[in-house]
């Protein structure tokens, strides 16, 4: 439920969490947002985990910051641009852990999970492999090479979980194409 400034005793809760370090004020705070914030990092991180993480992340930085909140705005739309902030900072991270990732990936992990995928010679393999389009080979290999989740794949691709399932079932159907063409 959205609350005003002021309605139901926001500002007072606030004020006696900032500057008290009222715990039960805050408690009072976290259960009056938690679902709308919930919801909010749903939407942004498109996966559960990382939400439940945003949020908590959100929150405990909203904690550390209340003393310095100087109540311009609304305490929820201050917890927004706090989520928001966490996650943008996770996309980030995801596309620096992708491009290490992808520059260190363990070249006996993907000649294995090439083997079991694709039985053939590792040349035919390849070649599949680099024929295939750049999301595609892309998206193979953060799977496969890097070994990341569907989850982590999405995120550090900035796409959805179903593109990033697709794309896999593109890369694995243009591979036995070329595959069975060899």
Known sequence: MALAPGSNGEEDLVERAGRGRDHAAFEALFHRYRDHAYGLA???????????????????????????????????????AILLNRSRERRRAARRRRRRIVSVADPEAWERAVDAAFPGTRIDVERAL?????????????????????????????????????????????????????
């Open 130 to 182: 680099a024929a295939l389009p750049e999301r595609a080979r892309e998206t193979a290999l953060l799977r496969h090479a890097s070994g990341l989740s569907y989850a982590e794949i999405a995120d550090a691709m900035d796409v959805t979980i179903g593109t990033v399932k697709s794309q896999l079932a593109r890369a694995y159907a243009l591979m036995r194409e070329k595959l069975s063409d060899a």
């Open 42 to 80: 749903l939407r942004l991180a498109g996966d559960p985990v990382d939400a439940e993480e945003i949020v908590v992340e959100a929150f405990a930085a909203a904690w550390a910051g209340l003393p310095r909140f100087d109540g311009r705005s609304a305490f929820r739309t201050w917890l927004h």
